[in-house]
Protein backbone atom coordinates (compact mmCIF):
# COMPACT_ATOMS: atom_id res chain seq x y z
CA UNK A 1 0.00 0.00 0.00
CA UNK A 2 3.02 2.53 0.24
CA UNK A 3 3.75 4.67 -2.48
CA UNK A 4 6.68 4.20 -5.08
CA UNK A 5 9.38 6.33 -5.08
CA UNK A 6 8.14 7.58 -8.38
CA UNK A 7 4.83 8.59 -6.75
CA UNK A 8 6.45 10.54 -4.06
CA UNK A 9 8.79 12.60 -6.40
CA UNK A 10 5.98 13.53 -8.29
CA UNK A 11 3.79 14.61 -4.91
CA UNK A 12 6.88 16.82 -4.35
CA UNK A 13 7.12 18.37 -7.83
CA UNK A 14 4.16 19.12 -8.62
CA UNK A 15 2.39 19.48 -5.20
CA UNK A 16 -0.55 16.82 -6.10
CA UNK A 17 -1.39 12.74 -6.88
CA UNK A 18 -4.03 11.02 -8.61
CA UNK A 19 -4.42 7.23 -7.18
CA UNK A 20 -7.60 5.68 -9.34
CA UNK A 21 -9.47 3.13 -8.04
CA UNK A 22 -7.88 2.83 -4.24
CA UNK A 23 -10.83 2.94 -1.88
CA UNK A 24 -13.45 1.60 -4.93
CA UNK A 25 -14.10 -1.51 -3.25
CA UNK A 26 -15.29 0.08 -0.32
CA UNK A 27 -16.41 3.42 -2.21
CA UNK A 28 -20.81 1.89 -1.59
CA UNK A 29 -20.47 1.54 2.33
CA UNK A 30 -18.26 5.03 2.56
CA UNK A 31 -20.72 7.22 0.46
CA UNK A 32 -23.58 5.06 3.00
CA UNK A 33 -21.53 6.36 5.82
CA UNK A 34 -20.66 10.39 4.52
CA UNK A 35 -24.86 11.13 3.61
CA UNK A 36 -25.42 9.62 7.19
CA UNK A 37 -23.20 12.19 8.75
CA UNK A 38 -24.65 14.77 6.63
CA UNK A 39 -28.35 13.98 7.44
CA UNK A 40 -27.56 13.95 10.94
CA UNK A 41 -26.16 17.89 10.94
CA UNK A 42 -29.35 18.92 9.36
CA UNK A 43 -31.07 19.33 12.33
CA UNK A 44 -28.61 22.06 13.19
CA UNK A 45 -27.70 23.51 9.61
CA UNK A 46 -31.02 22.99 7.59
CA UNK A 47 -31.53 20.56 4.42
CA UNK A 48 -28.88 21.87 1.92
CA UNK A 49 -31.09 24.17 -0.71
CA UNK A 50 -28.18 24.53 -3.32
CA UNK A 51 -27.86 27.89 -2.13
CA UNK A 52 -24.12 27.85 -1.07
CA UNK A 53 -22.05 25.12 0.12
CA UNK A 54 -22.67 23.02 3.25
CA UNK A 55 -19.81 21.94 5.50
CA UNK A 56 -19.59 19.76 8.44
CA UNK A 57 -17.13 17.86 10.52
CA UNK A 58 -17.33 14.57 9.01
CA UNK A 59 -14.63 11.63 9.71
CA UNK A 60 -14.82 12.24 13.18
CA UNK A 61 -18.53 12.01 13.23
CA UNK A 62 -18.19 8.76 12.10
CA UNK A 63 -17.50 5.53 13.72
CA UNK A 64 -16.97 4.02 10.38
CA UNK A 65 -15.13 6.96 8.63
CA UNK A 66 -12.71 7.33 11.07
CA UNK A 67 -11.93 3.76 11.17
CA UNK A 68 -10.37 5.00 7.22
CA UNK A 69 -7.24 6.52 9.42
CA UNK A 70 -6.49 2.70 10.27
CA UNK A 71 -7.19 1.55 7.06
CA UNK A 72 -3.73 0.62 5.69
CA UNK A 73 -4.83 2.43 2.17
CA UNK A 74 -4.92 5.45 3.75
CA UNK A 75 -2.62 4.87 6.63
CA UNK A 76 0.61 3.80 4.06
CA UNK A 77 -0.35 7.04 1.55
CA UNK A 78 0.26 9.48 4.47
CA UNK A 79 2.98 7.29 6.23
CA UNK A 80 4.90 7.44 2.93
CA UNK A 81 4.46 11.21 2.47
CA UNK A 82 4.41 12.48 6.35
CA UNK A 83 6.50 9.62 8.10
CA UNK A 84 5.30 7.04 10.40
CA UNK A 85 4.12 9.79 12.94
CA UNK A 86 2.51 11.99 11.04
CA UNK A 87 -0.61 13.85 12.44
CA UNK A 88 -4.21 13.61 11.96
CA UNK A 89 -5.10 16.91 11.57
CA UNK A 90 -9.31 16.44 11.07
CA UNK A 91 -11.93 16.40 8.27
CA UNK A 92 -14.95 18.24 6.38
CA UNK A 93 -17.74 16.62 4.83
CA UNK A 94 -18.94 19.25 2.15
CA UNK A 95 -22.32 19.26 -0.52
CA UNK A 96 -20.42 22.06 -2.91
CA UNK A 97 -22.71 24.29 -4.61
CA UNK A 98 -21.29 25.99 -7.49
CA UNK A 99 -17.82 27.79 -8.44
CA UNK A 100 -14.67 27.43 -5.80
CA UNK A 101 -12.37 30.04 -6.96
CA UNK A 102 -8.79 29.53 -7.24
CA UNK A 103 -6.74 29.06 -3.36
CA UNK A 104 -4.47 27.70 -1.49
CA UNK A 105 -5.37 25.84 1.96
CA UNK A 106 -2.37 27.04 4.26
CA UNK A 107 1.20 28.29 4.05
CA UNK A 108 2.92 26.15 6.98
CA UNK A 109 6.76 26.54 5.55
CA UNK A 110 8.89 23.98 7.59
CA UNK A 111 6.09 21.08 7.94
CA UNK A 112 4.31 19.38 5.00
CA UNK A 113 0.29 19.30 5.19
CA UNK A 114 -1.76 17.47 2.79
CA UNK A 115 -5.31 16.71 2.03
CA UNK A 116 -6.68 13.25 1.19
CA UNK A 117 -9.80 14.12 -0.99
CA UNK A 118 -12.65 11.53 -1.22
CA UNK A 119 -14.96 12.63 -4.22
CA UNK A 120 -18.22 10.86 -4.40
CA UNK A 121 -19.63 11.76 -7.95
CA UNK A 122 -18.24 11.71 -11.03
CA UNK A 123 -16.72 14.87 -12.04
CA UNK A 124 -14.55 16.19 -15.19
CA UNK A 125 -13.78 19.22 -16.29
CA UNK A 126 -17.54 20.54 -17.09
CA UNK A 127 -19.16 19.79 -13.90
CA UNK A 128 -16.98 20.68 -11.12
CA UNK A 129 -14.05 18.80 -11.11
CA UNK A 130 -10.94 19.82 -8.70
CA UNK A 131 -8.28 21.77 -10.77
CA UNK A 132 -4.69 22.19 -9.87
CA UNK A 133 -2.30 24.49 -11.28
CA UNK A 134 1.44 21.96 -11.22
CA UNK A 135 4.66 23.58 -9.13
CA UNK A 136 2.09 26.02 -7.34
CA UNK A 137 3.02 24.71 -3.66
CA UNK A 138 6.96 25.97 -3.99
CA UNK A 139 5.96 29.34 -2.35
CA UNK A 140 10.11 30.32 -2.86
CA UNK A 141 9.95 30.01 -6.52
CA UNK A 142 9.35 32.99 -8.52
CA UNK A 143 6.71 30.95 -10.79
CA UNK A 144 4.87 30.08 -7.64
CA UNK A 145 5.06 33.48 -6.10
CA UNK A 146 3.49 34.60 -9.14
CA UNK A 147 0.70 32.59 -8.82
CA UNK A 148 -0.30 33.87 -5.71
CA UNK A 149 -0.17 37.31 -6.52
CA UNK A 150 -2.20 36.88 -9.68
CA UNK A 151 -4.33 33.81 -9.91
CA UNK A 152 -7.16 35.04 -7.79
CA UNK A 153 -7.38 38.12 -9.81
CA UNK A 154 -6.76 36.81 -13.02
CA UNK A 155 -9.03 38.87 -14.68
CA UNK A 156 -7.44 42.17 -13.84
CA UNK A 157 -4.07 40.66 -14.41
CA UNK A 158 -4.73 38.71 -17.22
CA UNK A 159 -8.24 39.08 -18.64
CA UNK A 160 -8.92 35.55 -18.18
CA UNK A 161 -11.93 33.96 -16.17
CA UNK A 162 -10.60 31.82 -13.58
CA UNK A 163 -11.86 28.21 -15.78
CA UNK A 164 -9.70 29.60 -18.23
CA UNK A 165 -6.00 29.39 -16.82
CA UNK A 166 -4.34 26.59 -17.49
CA UNK A 167 -4.17 23.99 -14.90
CA UNK A 168 -4.57 20.03 -14.32
CA UNK A 169 -7.95 18.88 -14.37
CA UNK A 170 -8.56 15.86 -12.13
CA UNK A 171 -11.39 13.67 -13.37
CA UNK A 172 -12.88 11.54 -10.52
CA UNK A 173 -14.94 8.27 -10.25
CA UNK A 174 -16.49 7.25 -7.37
CA UNK A 175 -13.52 4.88 -5.66
CA UNK A 176 -10.44 7.34 -6.44
CA UNK A 177 -8.48 9.39 -4.17
CA UNK A 178 -6.70 12.87 -4.47
CA UNK A 179 -4.18 13.96 -2.68
CA UNK A 180 -2.87 17.59 -2.79
CA UNK A 181 -0.51 19.36 -0.89
CA UNK A 182 -2.28 22.40 1.47
CA UNK A 183 -0.15 25.13 -0.62
CA UNK A 184 -1.12 23.82 -4.08
CA UNK A 185 -3.36 26.10 -5.80
CA UNK A 186 -6.66 24.01 -6.58
CA UNK A 187 -10.39 25.36 -7.63
CA UNK A 188 -13.29 23.91 -9.18
CA UNK A 189 -15.70 25.12 -12.31
CA UNK A 190 -19.58 24.17 -13.43
CA UNK A 191 -20.39 22.39 -11.72
CA UNK A 192 -23.85 21.49 -9.76
CA UNK A 193 -25.11 22.78 -6.72
CA UNK A 194 -24.40 18.96 -4.90
CA UNK A 195 -21.30 18.36 -5.34
CA UNK A 196 -20.25 15.56 -2.63
CA UNK A 197 -16.84 15.74 -1.16
CA UNK A 198 -14.99 14.31 2.38
CA UNK A 199 -11.25 15.64 3.30
CA UNK A 200 -9.25 13.83 5.78
CA UNK A 201 -6.64 16.49 6.34
CA UNK A 202 -2.83 14.92 7.91
CA UNK A 203 0.82 16.79 8.65
CA UNK A 204 4.27 15.96 9.27
CA UNK A 205 4.50 15.77 13.32
CA UNK A 206 6.02 19.01 14.70
CA UNK A 207 9.26 19.01 16.75
CA UNK A 208 9.14 20.15 20.53
CA UNK A 209 11.07 23.61 19.39
CA UNK A 210 8.01 24.26 16.91
CA UNK A 211 5.12 23.27 18.99
CA UNK A 212 4.00 26.89 20.07
CA UNK A 213 3.53 27.52 16.52
CA UNK A 214 1.47 24.59 16.11
CA UNK A 215 -0.83 25.67 18.99
CA UNK A 216 -0.72 29.24 17.21
CA UNK A 217 -2.50 27.67 13.82
CA UNK A 218 -4.92 25.15 15.47
CA UNK A 219 -6.82 27.04 18.28
CA UNK A 220 -8.50 29.89 16.13
CA UNK A 221 -9.00 27.73 13.52
CA UNK A 222 -11.76 25.55 15.13
CA UNK A 223 -12.34 27.33 18.03
CA UNK A 224 -15.01 28.94 17.58
CA UNK A 225 -16.48 25.92 15.37
CA UNK A 226 -16.25 22.84 17.68
CA UNK A 227 -16.25 22.15 21.38
CA UNK A 228 -12.91 19.80 21.35
CA UNK A 229 -10.55 18.99 18.60
CA UNK A 230 -11.73 15.35 17.35
CA UNK A 231 -15.08 13.77 17.79
CA UNK A 232 -16.06 11.40 20.27
CA UNK A 233 -16.39 8.88 17.27
CA UNK A 234 -12.82 9.09 16.55
CA UNK A 235 -11.50 8.96 19.88
CA UNK A 236 -14.16 6.01 21.33
CA UNK A 237 -13.02 3.92 18.82
CA UNK A 238 -9.31 4.66 18.71
CA UNK A 239 -6.64 1.85 19.19
CA UNK A 240 -3.24 2.36 20.48
CA UNK A 241 -2.26 2.77 16.65
CA UNK A 242 -4.12 5.55 15.75
CA UNK A 243 -3.98 7.40 19.08
CA UNK A 244 -0.14 8.12 17.71
CA UNK A 245 -1.69 10.13 15.17
CA UNK A 246 -4.32 12.14 17.47
CA UNK A 247 -1.71 12.57 20.86
CA UNK A 248 -0.03 15.96 19.67
CA UNK A 249 -2.95 17.56 18.81
CA UNK A 250 -4.67 16.52 21.42
CA UNK A 251 -2.05 17.88 23.79
CA UNK A 252 -2.59 21.12 22.25
CA UNK A 253 -5.80 21.60 22.51
CA UNK A 254 -7.11 24.54 25.75
CA UNK A 255 -10.74 25.09 24.87
CA UNK A 256 -10.93 27.45 27.80
CA UNK A 257 -8.48 29.97 26.46
CA UNK A 258 -9.66 29.76 22.58
CA UNK A 259 -13.44 30.40 23.16
CA UNK A 260 -15.62 33.23 24.21
CA UNK A 261 -19.27 31.86 24.09
CA UNK A 262 -20.95 28.96 22.82
CA UNK A 263 -19.52 26.93 19.61
CA UNK A 264 -21.65 26.98 16.65
CA UNK A 265 -21.89 23.41 17.56
CA UNK A 266 -20.81 19.77 18.95
CA UNK A 267 -19.56 16.73 17.03
CA UNK A 268 -22.48 14.09 16.32
CA UNK A 269 -21.99 10.41 16.45
CA UNK A 270 -23.54 8.33 13.48
Same mark, same amino acid.
Do not use: C, M
Given at each position: MRLTQQQVNFFHVFGFLKLPGLIKDDIEKITQAFEKVLQAYEGILGIHDGSRRTMVPCVDSSYYLSSLLDDPRIHEVASSLL???FNYWGSDGNYYSGDTGWHPDGGEPKYLHIKLAFYLDELDGSNG??????GSHRETDRYALDIMHHVPHS???? =????SELPAQVLDV????LL? %???????????? =??KRRMFTMNMCER????DI? %??RKMILPHVGAHIDRYFGDAMLESAGQARMKHLEQMISLWDWDIVTRGKPEFSYLKV
Open positions: GEDALRVIPQQHF =GLHGTPGDI %FNHRTFHSAWGG =GNYKDEG %FL
